[in-house]
């Protein structure tokens, strides 16, 4: 029986389309393993909306060919967004790569896999019959938790953004698709739905004769039953309405949590950046959704270093984070990817001076973190268990305890006494 790795690098699209890869070939009879010395197939779900990340996969795809040379019936797929941007150059650079589907093919994974390695799974799925099709585990991590994409794509132009050259416009899933995967994630064991989506609030479709946007949406998973939480990434601060923080307010599953990507305090350089807001309208959007949810959680994306900030332009960005107040932000370093707009514009400030406004960043970032940690002492919260003493509030906090670890997927009740520098830290509450 053949066995089958996945490694996903980057983002949760990434991870979600990694999962979506390797169906087919559980279908076939392949077999899972943590382990991908042990694997027959390999699959890789590429990330190229940071340099970074696009290195990591070149690194790793390289240092597979002495793995997929040692046996000529070992299988290596490449995917997603690096492998779209840069589909013939990697199957030139690396020849020991069977196939290289790009993220705009994502739809038809299943037909491409079949139609050019088919024959190759034959000698690797025995007895198929016998031992029934498998699917892929949670991209999670935790069987509790099933990622659940309902758009592809972006219609947004943002100067430094690779993501519509390699996604395509957005393309949203029908209503039907979407409710009908979810009760099948709840049916397998899921206790928890995340919804992905480039700009997963821009979401819209038509249900029963009637339009469906994205608030309506929440309300129809909401009903579903079995469902204890829903969650959503990554959306647009555009699309954060009045009617979305209302039907986050009122749905039962939808937790208290939202990200709010900001990218930069400045306005002129938002203006560059073309995010379609301002900072006085980011944080007027911070406040709507505080008051239909007091209490909800915030986290954001922040750029340093783009092309023409003045320390005047981070100054802002440091004012609005405090402002904003978030319990965590993801911070980078701006780099050009080709073939974005800004990457046609003067890389004008220095790499040591983009890690010196970095640093400034994440330490300000930190204090935020712990201040938001450490107000939840002495509460209570219902933490959904993802495995052993671990899992998570509504609100988005990672929690560990003591006392009885729990099942994934159980919700159990936990006293927070403390917290480390990422995680909430208490005692099983069995009351």
């Known amino acids: 029986m053949g066995k089958l790795h996945a490694i996903a690098l980057g983002c949760q699209m990434s991870a979600a389309d990694g999962a979506e890869l390797a169906e087919p070939l559980l279908r076939r009879g392949l077999r899972w ?44 797929i490449v995917s997603g967004c690096a492998a779209e941007r840069l589909k013939g150059w990697l199957q030139e650079r690396f020849p020991h790569v069977d196939l290289v589907v790009g993220a705009k093919s994502v739809e038809d994974y299943p037909k491409l ?17 016998a031992f029934g099709a498998a699917r892929a585990p949670s991209p999670t991590g935790s069987p509790a938790t099933a990622f659940l994409t309902i758009m592809r794509g972006c219609n947004y132009s943002c100067s430094y953004c690779i993501v519509p050259a390699v996604r395509g416009r957005e393309l949203y899933r029908p209503v039907e698709a979407i409710l009908e995967e979810a009760r099948r994630r709840l049916d397998e064991g899921a206790r928890e739905l995340m919804l992905l989506g480039q700009t997963v609030n821009s979401y819209r479709g ?34 954060v309405d009045e009617r979305l923080a209302r039907a986050m307010a009122e749905c039962r599953s939808v937790c208290p949590q939202l990200h709010l990507p900001a990218q930069s305090g400045s306005d002129r350089l938002l203006k560059l950046m073309r995010r379609n807001y301002t900072r006085g309208e980011l944080l007027r959007k911070a406040q709507l959704l505080r008051r239909h949810l007091p209490g909800v959680v915030l986290s954001t994306d922040v750029i340093v270093g783009f092309p023409t900030e003045t320390d005047e332009d981070f100054e802002m960005t440091l004012t609005m984070l405090e402002e904003l107040a978030p319990a965590s932000a993801y911070c980078f370093k701006y780099s050009p990817r080709q073939p974005t707009e800004a990457a046609l514009w003067p890389d004008d400030c220095p790499p040591s001076l983009k890690e010196e406004r970095l640093a400034r960043l994440n330490e300000a970032v930190d204090r935020l973190t712990e201040a938001s940690l450490l107000a939840q002492r002495g509460r209570r919260f219902e933490v959904l268990v993802e495995q052993g003493g671990f899992g998570r509030t509504p609100e988005g906090y990672k929690a560990r305890w003591n006392g009885a670890a729990g099942l994934p997927g159980e919700l159990v009740s936990v006293r927070v006494t403390g917290a480390s520098r990422r995680t909430l830290l208490g005692e099983r509450d069995e009351r």
């Open 33 to 76: 393993t943590d382990s991908p010395q042990e694997a027959d197939a390999i699959v890789i779900a590429t990330c190229t909306v940071r340099q970074h990340a696009e290195d990591r996969a070149l690194s790793l795809i390289g240092s597979l060919k002495p793995w997929r040379e040692a046996d000529e019936r070992r299988v290596l």
């Open 113 to 129: 896999v079949e139609q050019a390695l088919g024959r190759r799974f034959d000698a690797l799925a025995e007895n198929l019959e």
């Open 206 to 239: 038509e249900h029963k004769g009637r339009p469906v946007r994205f608030a309506e949406l929440l309300r129809l998973l909401d009903a579903l039953p079995g469902l204890k939480r829903l969650r959503f990434m990554s959306p647009h601060p555009f699309f």
